[in-house]
Antibody, heavy 123, light 107 residues
Framework: VQLSESGGGLVQPGGSLRLSCKASGFTFGSYAMSWVRQAPGKGLEWVSG???????????FYAESVKGRFTISRDNSQNTLYLQMHSLRVEDTALYYC??????????????WGQGALVAVSS | EIVMTQSPATLSVSPGERATLSCRASQSVTINLAWYQQRPGQAPRLLIYNAATRATAFPARFSGSGSGTEFTLTISSLQSDDFAVYYC?????????FGGGTKVEIK
């Protein structure tokens, strides 16, 4: 299993950024995926998740701190997870990890992690 | 939202000694509790799930226990690779929530 994030960078407050996570080594569509972030020197914070499974229904979940500003999505044909971030704030500065759940389905227990994409929000 | 509280924030332990880390949930999470290890500059690694099931990559000196609201991670004899930050996480209900972490440092 490999997860490779991209799209991070420096952005001004109020700006937008889109993160991508390219996955390989497993049946991507069968597993829920999440974004978890870590501000410099701080702990882990779950940001957003999207359901997995073959039912066709896709459920999305958001932390209150990002609800209405961030949108998670997935393209199972491209084995890629996205996080579209708008109205970025200084407090969104963090390393953003893409994470895959342990079991097929949506239980938010994270076995595989990428190496992270750094998002810095500053004027 | 469930609140996860870890203690202590920092634990100073000599190599070869036992380390005991605590995690408390603000409401019952049954056994849907995981522990992660994070070394400096690295992504977190799943260490324990279902409160007491050890991930295959980790040796038997790591053990987890507890249910409901009180959980413990025990490292029986600390090795140099074990000095890291450990996070608990509940996955019983959405949203998943991490504790603030316990840093295990060399005494």
């Amino acid at each position: 299993v490999q997860l490779s994030e991209s799209g991070g960078g420096l952005v001004q407050p109020g700006g937008s950024l889109r993160l991508s996570c390219k996955a390989s080594g497993f049946t991507f569509g069968s597993y829920a995926m999440s974004w978890v972030r870590q501000a410099p020197g701080k702990g882990l914070e779950w940001v957003s998740g999207v359901s997995g499974g073959g039912s066709g229904d896709v459920n999305t979940f958001y932390a209150e701190s990002v609800k209405g500003r961030f949108t998670i999505s997935r393209d199972n044909s491209q084995n890629t997870l996205y996080l579209q971030m708008h109205s970025l704030r200084v407090e969104d500065t963090a390393l953003y990890y893409c994470a895959k759940v342990l079991w097929p389905g949506s239980t938010p227990l994270f076995l595989h992690w990428g190496q992270g994409a750094l998002v810095a929000v500053s004027s | 939202e469930i609140v996860m509280t870890q203690s202590p924030a920092t634990l100073s332990v000599s190599p070869g000694e036992r380390a005991t880390l605590s995690c408390r949930a603000s409401q019952s999470v049954t056994i849907n509790l995981a522990w992660y290890q994070q070394r400096p500059g690295q992504a977190p690694r799943l260490l324990i799930y279902n409160a007491a099931t050890r991930a295959t990559a980790f040796p038997a000196r790591f053990s987890g226990s507890g249910s409901g609201t009180e959980f413990t991670l025990t490292i029986s004899s600390l090795q140099s690779d074990d000095f890291a930050v450990y996070y608990c996480q509940q996955y019983n209900t959405w949203p998943p929530v991490f504790g603030g972490g316990t840093k295990v440092e060399i005494k």
